[in-house]
């Protein structure tokens, strides 16, 4: 990116185009796949677009201090970068998050200096229970910048400016579809806007939780997918603010043991060693790459992290049994 005064600002984006041509032969699919290979990004994750963003808004706008506490709620990715940039930038950061998140992630934060507060995934689940959860955030850190990855404009503002030009320049304006995942919105409403812009027929597709693959009151313990949330049956006031419906053309669902297989694919035929969200993407990607009317056409699909940081998310019975067979 831009700002040549910061270098670890200077680190993030201009991540690589990779073509999954093995993947895509072996499975007579005739649409070119390209990932997006967001784990080069220097704390590992697409998320350190959304945090660079908002922190240089937020600087732009005077409103951060030395020694400022930055605080939000996440997944574990946003939480990962932003602890990066505040141990880069002198802030001190403070992230709440589902207490399932996985161990190398929450070891990750701490590792740049950051803490964490679990919340029970019971609580995120309750009726109105995330917008209870941020209440709460913001009432017990009443002097920290809450730097808000669900509403900021900052968050598709940084896609919009940097993520959907690269693949625009690095597909040379041949890209026709767009395959991400949602969770607060920001990857796929400002790189598909930019996209979208440029190309009016890019159509836009995100990946969403398979019914069984979502957690409810009643079953609170399914297996899902961290940064893949159900978008399509949820109340609009429920969503992420930075999630904007009118960018996406269609939905495809996916359970995740097909997303964790199709990562454990990409590791073992392309040697692309990803997170689930990303299998979810691919698996995505996949199927629309099978249908006929899109023979010959680019999808880009976002690969928004590796898969190390969920190692400790293995168990022993998928390693063998899940990677998907050809
Ligand atoms: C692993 C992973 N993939 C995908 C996403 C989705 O990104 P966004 O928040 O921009 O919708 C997230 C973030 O929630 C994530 O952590």
């Given at each position: 990116?831009?700002?040549?005064?910061?270098?670890?600002?200077?680190?993030?984006?201009?991540?690589?185009?990779?073509?999954?041509?093995?993947?895509?032969?072996?499975?007579?699919?005739?649409?070119?796949?390209?990932?997006?290979?967001?784990?080069?990004?220097?704390?590992?994750?697409?998320?350190?677009?959304?945090?660079?963003?908002?922190?240089?808004?937020?600087?732009?706008?005077?409103?951060?201090?030395?020694?400022?506490?930055?605080v939000d709620l996440t997944s574990?990715?946003?939480g990962?970068?932003?602890?990066?940039?505040?141990?880069?930038?002198?802030?001190?950061?403070k992230f709440y998050l589902r207490a399932?998140t996985?161990?190398?992630?929450?070891?990750?934060?701490?590792?740049?200096?950051?803490?964490t507060v679990p919340i029970d995934d019971a609580e995120f689940l309750a009726p109105g229970g995330v917008d209870a959860i941020i209440d709460r955030v913001r009432r017990d850190n009443?002097?920290?910048?809450y730097?808000d990855q669900r509403a900021?404009?900052?968050?598709?503002?940084?896609?919009?400016?940097?993520?959907?030009?690269?693949?625009?320049?690095?597909?040379?304006?041949?890209?026709?579809?767009?395959?991400?995942?949602?969770?607060t919105?920001?990857?796929?409403?400002?790189?598909?806007?930019?996209?979208?812009?440029?190309?009016?027929?890019?159509?836009?597709?995100?990946?969403?939780?398979?019914?069984?693959?979502?957690?409810?009151?009643?079953?609170?313990?399914?297996?899902?997918?961290?940064?893949?949330?159900?978008?399509?049956?949820?109340?609009?006031?429920l969503?992420p603010?930075?999630?904007?419906?009118?960018?996406?053309?269609?939905?495809?669902?996916?359970?995740?043991?097909?997303?964790?297989?199709?990562?454990?694919?990409?590791?073992?035929?392309?040697?692309?060693?990803?997170?689930?969200?990303?299998?979810?993407?691919?698996?995505?990607?996949?199927?629309?790459?099978?249908?006929?009317?899109?023979?010959?056409?680019?999808?880009?699909?976002?690969?928004?992290?590796?898969?190390?940081?969920?190692?400790?998310?293995?168990?022993?019975?998928?390693?063998?049994?899940?990677?998907?067979?050809?």
């Amino acid at each position: 990116m831009d700002d040549p005064r910061d270098h670890f600002g200077a680190l993030i984006g201009d991540t690589p185009l990779l073509e999954l041509r093995r993947f895509c032969e072996r499975r007579g699919l005739r649409a070119r796949i390209l990932a997006k290979v967001e784990a080069l990004n220097p704390a590992g994750s697409i998320k350190d677009r959304t945090a660079w963003g908002i922190i240089r808004a937020a600087e732009a706008e005077g409103r951060l201090v030395p020694g400022q506490l930055l605080v939000d709620l996440t997944s574990g990715n946003t939480g990962i970068g932003l602890a990066a940039l505040a141990a880069a930038r002198g802030y001190r950061a403070k992230f709440y998050l589902r207490a399932s998140t996985s161990h190398e992630k929450v070891a990750l934060i701490h590792r740049y200096g950051a803490e964490t507060v679990p919340i029970d995934d019971a609580e995120f689940l309750a009726p109105g229970g995330v917008d209870a959860i941020i209440d709460r955030v913001r009432r017990d850190n009443p002097d920290a910048f809450y730097t808000d990855q669900r509403a900021n404009p900052a968050n598709p503002r940084i896609h919009h400016d940097t993520t959907g030009p690269e693949i625009w320049r690095d597909t040379d304006g041949a890209v026709d579809i767009l395959v991400a995942a949602i969770g607060t919105g920001g990857t796929i409403s400002g790189t598909g806007r930019f996209l979208k812009a440029r190309k009016p027929g890019v159509t836009v597709v995100a990946v969403e939780p398979a019914p069984g693959s979502v957690p409810t009151r009643e079953r609170p313990h399914v297996d899902t997918v961290e940064g893949v949330h159900r978008v399509t049956g949820v109340e609009a006031g429920l969503l992420p603010a930075n999630f904007d419906a009118g960018v996406v053309d269609a939905f495809i669902p996916c359970e995740t043991r097909e997303a964790r297989a199709a990562a454990r694919t990409l590791a073992r035929e392309e040697g692309l060693f990803a997170g689930p969200s990303s299998g979810a993407v691919l698996h995505a990607a996949s199927v629309l790459a099978g249908r006929r009317e899109h023979a010959g056409r680019t999808i880009v699909a976002i690969v928004a992290d590796g898969g190390e940081r969920y190692l400790s998310q293995d168990r022993a019975d998928e390693i063998e049994s899940a990677v998907e067979r050809p």
